[in-house]
């Protein structure tokens, strides 16, 4: 009797263990949602019963069968409501449901319990990707693969969400500096330099709008940084040497035109580098020559200085003839003016004086810039047509004195006529207006 009762006890033990032991539904052959990650269950937790729930609500997960998962992963929390393993995995039945407010929440209780738990920072990660919230979905994935370096997909997706973001972000850049809105495309490229801080371009870009805002020292910053991360940007070299340029910096300036010039050679950076010349020569000279540019008039003495640096070339194997002027004494132009006097440019007066001092009209310009056209053309044949037009001019007839020398500057290109096809042959000559006809007799020389 007594061998009879025991085996009785120990057959209802056996049949109650049975009883309570949750079946395992079959593991499924494909995988409903390959992209959920599994929410394995800690070593120190493993031996708790929700550990099974879990493995078998994730079973019915993956089967389709999401009711039967929801009631497993409940079970499990149960009796522990911070079994994040469970909470993490109920978070993907709501993702699957694509409640993703709710699956959020799972998630970023799973999280609050277990900060460094993986499967959690994951399912956060896709939940807010689902809601169009990518920033703090590439924080998720960024903090998800620091715990755990060996996850190669999170990897990729991180670098796609980073691209895609960085993307995102350039666009909203462009369109806000195509429409003016300047601050605003400077602080999106802020941003995405801080994703992407070895984009030369972005730093080219970034450079562009800062100079738009005239902040040359950002600007210049970023150029420089664009040319360093790709020394073949000619853009970025051009736009740095006239930053120099303007700052004053002018042998700086001329080396960064002469990097960018061997890197894509070009007529445009040739001519760059022939003015800067020019400019580095004339920083040399006198205060009052640096001050001809916005003198209103300008002198005799001022366009003959203007004359001889400018065009030095075109009159160094002019024939020369002597000359004989009384009033140049201590004039700071005397050097040039000697030479444009003797090359037949300007004319003394009768009496053998120059003056200086007296203003210059734009006759007594139109004269200059016709003898100089006159000197041109003899080496350079295709002038000659200039010399001998005969344009109309509304207040100037043929019969006046000053036609013909203003016919050939017209004619020539070296100066316009203002509105009316008027000359204005008596109003008073700018400097601004002497150096343009200067530098069109330049380009008529084939001078940069």
């Known amino acids: 009797m007594r061998g009879r009762r025991l085996a009785l006890v120990v057959l209802t033990m056996i049949t109650a263990a049975c009883a309570t032991r949750p079946t ?26 929700q550990a099974t729930r879990v493995d078998i609500g994730w079973r019915y997960l993956q089967s389709g069968d999401l009711a039967s998962a929801e009631r497993e992963f409940a079970a499990a929390l149960k009796p522990t ?22 699956a959020l929440a799972a998630f970023d209780a799973a999280v609050k319990a277990a900060p460094a738990y993986v499967p959690g920072l994951v399912g956060r990660g896709q939940a807010l990707l689902a809601l169009d919230r990518d920033d703090a979905a590439l924080e998720a994935f960024e903090a998800a693969l620091a715990i755990d370096g060996s996850l190669a997909d999170l990897r990729q997706r991180i670098n796609v969400l980073r691209f895609r973001h960085l993307g995102a972000i350039i666009e909203i850049a462009r369109a806000a500096a195509g429409t003016g809105r300047l601050e605003e495309a400077e602080q999106a490229y802020t941003r995405a330099l801080a994703a992407s801080p070895e984009s030369a371009f972005l730093h080219r870009e970034r450079a562009q709008v800062a100079r738009r805002r005239g902040n040359g020292t950002a600007a210049l910053e970023h150029f420089r940084r664009a040319a360093e991360l ?12 006239e930053l120099l340029e303007g700052q004053g910096n002018l042998a700086d300036a001329e080396a960064a035109y002469r990097r960018a010039a061997a890197v894509e050679p070009s007529r445009e950076i040739e001519a760059r580098l022939a003015a800067l010349a020019t400019r580095a020569r004339e920083a040399a000279l006198p205060a009052e020559f640096r001050a001809i540019v916005g003198a209103k008039p300008i002198t005799r003495g001022d366009l003959a200085a203007l ?84 344009p109309g001019i509304a207040d100037m007839p043929p019969a006046h004195l000053g036609y013909p020398a203003a016919a050939v500057a017209v004619a020539s290109g070296v100066m316009r006529l203002a509105d009316g096809a008027r000359f204005d042959p008596a109003r008073p000559a700018s400097g601004a207006e002497a150096a343009e006809a200067i530098g069109r007799v330049r380009m008529l020389a084939g001078a940069r």
């Open 24 to 49: 395992l539904p079959p593991t499924p052959t494909t995988l409903q949602y390959p992209d959920f990650m599994y929410p394995v269950v800690p070593r120190e937790l493993a031996a708790e019963r």
């Open 81 to 102: 409501p911070d079994f994040y393993p469970a909470r993490a995995a109920s978070g993907y039945v709501a993702f699957a449901r694509k409640d993703y407010e709710q």
């Open 230 to 241: 790709d020394p073949g940007d000619v853009t970025s070299l051009v736009q740095i040497a």
């Open 307 to 390: 004359i001889g640096v400018r065009l030095e070339d075109a009159l160094s194997d002019v024939p020369v003839q002597e000359v004989v002027m009384t009033d140049l004494t201590g004039h700071w132009a005397t050097p040039w003016i000697t030479q444009v006097v003797r090359a037949g440019v300007i004319e003394p007066f009768a009496n053998h004086t120059f003056q200086p001092r007296a203003a210059v009209t734009r006759a007594d310009l139109a004269r200059a810039m016709s003898r100089l056209v006159a000197l041109l053309a003899v080496r350079r044949p295709e002038l000659q047509p200039h010399l001998a037009a005969r």
